[in-house]
């Protein structure tokens, strides 16, 4: 394989990622990868109450609560608890409001109705 090179401003790491605070377009997705799958229930405010199921990595303390963090295009939904795992990334397209875990459209995936948004200067809000 040759050799190749990627700009630092094409990469996301860890520390680039912001809490959205406000505005989160979607309603809820179910996320489906393997034999995990999970349904996310969202607020417009990022948090969200998640329900698992299947895989051998279950928190069996479902449903919990988990949040939504943004570096760019991306996104990390994190279980709100210390060191709590992120329960899956996705890529966003803001144009569409629609998530793409694995590359592909979100299973299912429901948004909250443009009039809950209408006082919103960005979508989503996020942290400073």
Same mark, same amino acid.
């Given at each position: 394989?040759?050799?190749? +090179?990627?700009?630092?401003?094409? =990469?996301?790491?860890?520390?680039?990622?912001?809490?959205?605070?406000?505005? +989160? !377009?979607?309603?809820?997705?179910?996320?489906?990868?393997?034999?995990?799958?999970?349904?996310?229930?969202?607020?417009?405010?990022?948090?969200?109450?998640?329900?698992? +199921?299947?895989?051998? %990595?279950?928190?069996?303390?479902?449903?919990? %609560?988990?949040?939504?963090?943004?570096?760019?295009?991306?996104?990390?939904?994190?279980?709100?608890?210390?060191?709590?795992?992120?329960?899956?990334?996705?890529?966003?397209? !803001?144009?569409?409001?629609?998530?793409?875990?694995?590359? =592909? !459209?979100?299973?299912? %995936?429901?948004?909250?109705?443009?009039?809950?948004?209408?006082?919103?200067?960005?979508?989503?809000?996020?942290?400073?």
């Amino acid at each position: 394989m040759p050799d190749a +090179w990627i700009r630092r401003r094409d =990469v996301v790491i860890g520390g680039d990622y912001k809490k959205v605070v406000g505005c +989160w !377009p979607v309603k809820s997705v179910v996320y489906v990868g393997g034999d995990y799958a999970a349904e996310v229930t969202f607020k417009l405010d990022g948090s969200a109450s998640v329900k698992e +199921w299947g895989g051998e %990595q279950i928190n069996k303390q479902s449903p919990h %609560q988990a949040h939504v963090y943004m570096a760019r295009n991306i996104v990390a939904i994190e279980a709100v608890k210390k060191s709590g795992p992120v329960l899956f990334t996705s890529g966003y397209r !803001p144009a569409e409001r629609q998530l793409y875990p694995e590359g =592909v !459209p979100a299973e299912k %995936q429901e948004l909250f109705p443009d009039a809950m948004l209408k006082d919103c200067e960005s979508v989503p809000v996020l942290a400073k």
